[in-house]
Every structure is written in structure tokens, then in C-alpha cells.
């Protein structure tokens, strides 16, 4: 019999900063790039329950408690529920924990609004732009610009509001006009993300660079006259001058995720991967099994386990070229290995486009950096 306040007292190892609940492997849109494969698997009220009593004393305070899908909304009575467990908790031990969401905004009500704003939530909002319904979905476009407008009013100051890009090889050539007009319509915190589940070739990488050149112009001119950089792929890096860090995963040390049939990962990125992968020696050697095992057994399977995650380190990757750690920009590069997993299928092997990728994005924010200096 799993007891919360035995587990209080053995936190020594474990301490998170981040707990994702994949709630849903389901999804009410069809967009071309993504990656996991929709099931119609929903999470049970008693896995959530079971996940909160465990986790809650190895939750840092502040942690995030991530609502992850699919389509998450589709299964917001239990994210509703979840909450509720947690605000519980808070009364006796308060950590003080924020609640964040990724969502297609396709669901997004006035009730639902009201609660995130109640609650405090980080609402991701994930938007293309003029891309929306070449990638996404067709009609799609229209209500998520109204919905991004009611979002932005005064009525929700609650709600700590972001979106999310996709641009792929096809809808590349969208990227500078859709961030500018997203921008322009209040947003702040602007994500951008480049599709990784078909390859780049070197005319997509020319229209990318292209269009960051755009983009870059843009923010220039908009920084000089409101001093705020709402896309955050070119806001300046946390890290100290001088201090150099080679990137390393989070996965299992700082994060966990729970899947909706009670699979534990490091992190939501290896559900989607490795869900339907069991024949795959990965699966085996970053799953830490189903919750109620690792409950009853979670001081001998998480050291276990949390040693392969620490493996995963961009000097510890490689590409069909060469190791990682042979090239000179690797301490400035950070690139997800279940993301280019996708590709390889090989966890830790870098698809060289992907390089391509990175190394683009790099150059034109250190171009936009240098630019802005002197007004920073």
C-alpha cells in the first residue's frame, strides 16, 4: 500500500519541476505534421488520482502540471478533476504550483476561458497563421483569430497567453507574414517551430533562411518602437556571459509525464515516440513502466532508469557526418533527440538537415542580437 507521507520523507532522488498529464491520445483536427498516432485512449479519473497522491510530495514548489493530448480539451472534465485534486493538496502543503496547456483552441469556450483564468493558466494556443489551413485544418483559421482576439482583451488577466507556430518545407514561405500578423494583433509571446517529420532539402532551407531575414527586419523595426520581443526563439539566451553549457535533456530528472493508459516517461515527447514502439529497445530504456509498478517499486526503477536519461546530451548525440561533440558549435546548439528520433528512428541520431535547421535560426538571431545592442 503506496503511502504519500513514507514518500515525503524518501524525496532524496526525486524533484520535479514539471508533471504532464497526457490526458488523451485523441484529437478533433488532422494536421499533417504531427507526429503521435491518435487513439481514442482517455485518462482514467482514478490514474489521475493515483499519479497526484504519489507525485505531489517530489513536486518542487512552483512546478508546472502540464495538460498535454492530442487534443487535450477533449477530456476536460478530467483536467478539471485534476486540478480540484491539486488545489486540495495546496491547502495543506502550499507549493504554490502554476497549470499550463497546449491546445488547438477549436474547444475553447467562454466556460473554459473563465476556468483557465480562475486557475491561472498558461494557455499555449497552437496557430499557423496564413499556414493555418494548409497544415492544420480546413475553416480552422477564422475562429482562432477570434478566439486569439477575445483572449488578448482585459477580460481574462489570468491567463498567461502564448502561441505556436509549424512551418514545414511547404508552408515555409508563410513563416515572416504569419508571425508579423500574429504579432500585430497583441500576441507577446510568439513561438516558432519547424516541422521535423519530413526532411529539409536545400531549397527549403534557402526559402527558410529567407523568410527569417524578413522576420528579423520586422522585429527590428518593431523593437526600436515598443522595446518588446514577442518571439522568443530570438529573445537573447538566459545564460550568464561567458558561460558556455552543452545541452542536456530534462527528461526524468527535472520532468515526468503520464500517459493516459498510466505509462511513465521522462518526458510527453517519449509518449509519442514510444507508445507503439514496445518492440523497440528504447522503449524499455527510457519507460519507467506503468505507475502502479513503479509506485510499489519506484526506489530501485527510477535510478535505474534516470542513468539512460542522463545519457542524453548533445555531445553524446551524433549525425550521419560525425559525433556531436567533434563540432565547434555544439555548446550553442539544442536539439531534442526523440524529435529527431522521428527521423532516425534512432534516439541520439541527428538527421543533418536538422543541423541545417538549427544552424539557420542560430545565425539570424545572433544577426538580430547584434543589430538591437545598441539599443538594448
Same mark, same amino acid.
Given at each position: ?22 490526458? $488523451? ?118 475562429? $482562432? ?42 500576441? $507577446? ?120 536519461? $542522463? ?66
Amino acid at each position: 500500500m503506496f503511502n504519500p507521507n513514507l514518500a515525503a520523507r524518501r524525496d532524496y532522488r526525486m524533484k520535479f519541476s514539471n508533471l504532464a498529464f497526457i490526458v $488523451t491520445d485523441d484529437c478533433n483536427f488532422n494536421c499533417s505534421y504531427c507526429l503521435p498516432k491518435k487513439e481514442k485512449k482517455y485518462m482514467k479519473r482514478s490514474t489521475i488520482e493515483k499519479a497526484i497522491t504519489f507525485f505531489y510530495p517530489f513536486l518542487q514548489e512552483g512546478a508546472y502540471i502540464i495538460f498535454y493530448g492530442g487534443e487535450p480539451l477533449l477530456a476536460f472534465d478530467q483536467i478539471r478533476y485534476a486540478v480540484s485534486l491539486l488545489q486540495e493538496k495546496e491547502k495543506a502543503r502550499e507549493k504554490k504550483l502554476k497549470f499550463s496547456i497546449t491546445t488547438n483552441g477549436s474547444l475553447v469556450s467562454d466556460e473554459i476561458l473563465g476556468f483557465f483564468n480562475a486557475h491561472g493558466f498558461t494557455l499555449l494556443l497552437s496557430f499557423d497563421g496564413q499556414a493555418q489551413e494548409i497544415g492544420r485544418e480546413p475553416g480552422s483559421r477564422q475562429f $482562432t483569430q477570434e478566439l486569439i482576439r477575445r483572449i488578448n482583451r482585459e477580460s481574462y488577466p489570468g491567463i498567461e497567453f502564448s502561441t505556436n507556430s509549424v512551418f514545414t518545407p511547404d508552408t515555409v514561405h508563410y513563416l515572416s507574414p504569419s508571425l508579423r500578423a500574429i504579432i500585430e494583433m497583441g500576441v $507577446t509571446e510568439v513561438r516558432l517551430s519547424l516541422a521535423e517529420d519530413q526532411p529539409w532539402d536545400e531549397a527549403g532551407l534557402m526559402v527558410l533562411e529567407n523568410e527569417l531575414e524578413r522576420l528579423r527586419d520586422f522585429l527590428i523595426s518593431y523593437y526600436k518602437e515598443r522595446r518588446i520581443m514577442p518571439v522568443i526563439d530570438f529573445r537573447p539566451s538566459e545564460r550568464r556571459t561567458g558561460e558556455k553549457k552543452v545541452f542536456s535533456c530534462d527528461g526524468g530528472r527535472q520532468r515526468m509525464a503520464v500517459g493516459p493508459g498510466e505509462e511513465l516517461w521522462g518526458c510527453l515527447a517519449f509518449h509519442g515516440y514510444l507508445k507503439d514502439l514496445q518492440k523497440n529497445d528504447d522503449f524499455d530504456t527510457y519507460s519507467f513502466g506503468k505507475l502502479d509498478h513503479f509506485i510499489e517499486n519506484h526506489e530501485t526503477i527510477y535510478p535505474q532508469v534516470l542513468a539512460n536519461y $542522463t545519457m542524453l546530451r548533445q555531445d553524446c548525440f551524433f549525425t550521419g557526418k560525425q559525433f556531436c561533440f567533434l563540432c565547434k558549435e555544439v555548446e550553442d546548439c539544442g536539439i531534442c533527440p526523440v524529435s529527431a528520433a522521428h527521423a532516425t528512428s534512432f534516439i541520439g541520431k541527428i538527421p543533418t538537415w536538422m543541423c541545417g535547421l538549427k544552424q539557420i535560426l542560430r545565425k539570424e538571431k545572433v544577426k538580430f542580437l547584434k543589430e538591437i545592442d545598441g539599443i538594448l
